[in-house]
């Protein structure tokens, strides 16, 4: 939906190349839409923002049923309000294919989301070098890692590897979301973790020394 009618005719055509996307209206004012939104399904919605009579924000505000939105619009300053609708994204004037593309592959993997759908991510693998080895080993298998002296003890959910390094750097090189630093000597998987006490924290059956100085950002995660 937007009142550029030269615009309109370019996303009619990127819409035209892609063999799972039909397009059903094409609409030049948030009116006109919401008209064919209140009788009509659509599942994605290509949204200006400043359109005649009422913005594309204030169409949505009025919508019981929301499609996905894409907002297109030639101004940046509107996209804190995009993503309070809970757009799948943000594009700028002038579209080209790659924008396009980016756009329609996040809402691609938003419907399969909505849809049940499990969209299949690439497993970020790690190496580690255990004694003169790599190994290598899936970031979602750490279960705790324990720094010790100058080496740390990396525990997955098979088992244990005696890597050289520090606790800090191999965190910061892992990152959110399969580590969270919890003590100065220990840091765990966050979805690993079955109970949280003032001083420690357990993973199943293992109790960790939980820091005061890591409470906070334990207490964010949660």
Excluded at 144 to 152: F, K
Aim: with cysteine; glycine share 2%; hydrophobic share 45%.
């Amino acid at each position: 939906m937007d009142d550029d009618i030269i615009f309109r005719e370019i996303l009619k055509k990127l819409i035209s190349e892609e063999k799972d996307l039909d397009l059903v209206a094409s609409c030049s004012h948030a009116l006109e839409a919401m008209e064919f939104l209140t009788h009509q399904e659509a599942d994605l919605l290509f949204l200006d923002v400043e359109m005649p009579l009422i913005s594309g924000i204030e169409l949505l505000d009025k919508l019981e049923r929301k499609p996905l939105v894409i907002f297109v619009t030639a101004k940046d300053e509107y996209a804190l309000k995009a993503f309070e609708q809970e757009a799948v994204h943000y594009i700028t004037k002038p579209v080209d294919r790659d924008k396009f593309q980016q756009a329609i592959s996040r809402a691609r993997a938003r419907y399969k989301l909505l849809h049940g759908e499990r969209v299949k991510a690439e497993r970020v693998m790690l190496t580690l070098k255990v004694n003169g080895e790599q190994v290598r080993i899936a970031a979602e298998d750490l279960l705790l890692v324990e720094a010790a002296s100058d080496y740390m003890l990396v525990q997955t959910e098979k088992k244990k590897y005696v890597v050289h390094s520090t606790l800090k750097a191999f965190v910061e090189s892992v990152g959110a979301p399969y580590l969270l630093r919890v003590h100065k000597s220990f840091a765990v998987n966050p979805k690993a973790i079955t109970k949280i006490g003032a001083r420690s924290l357990w993973l199943a059956d293992k109790e960790v020394p939980l820091g005061p100085a890591y409470k906070k950002a334990l207490k964010d995660w949660e």
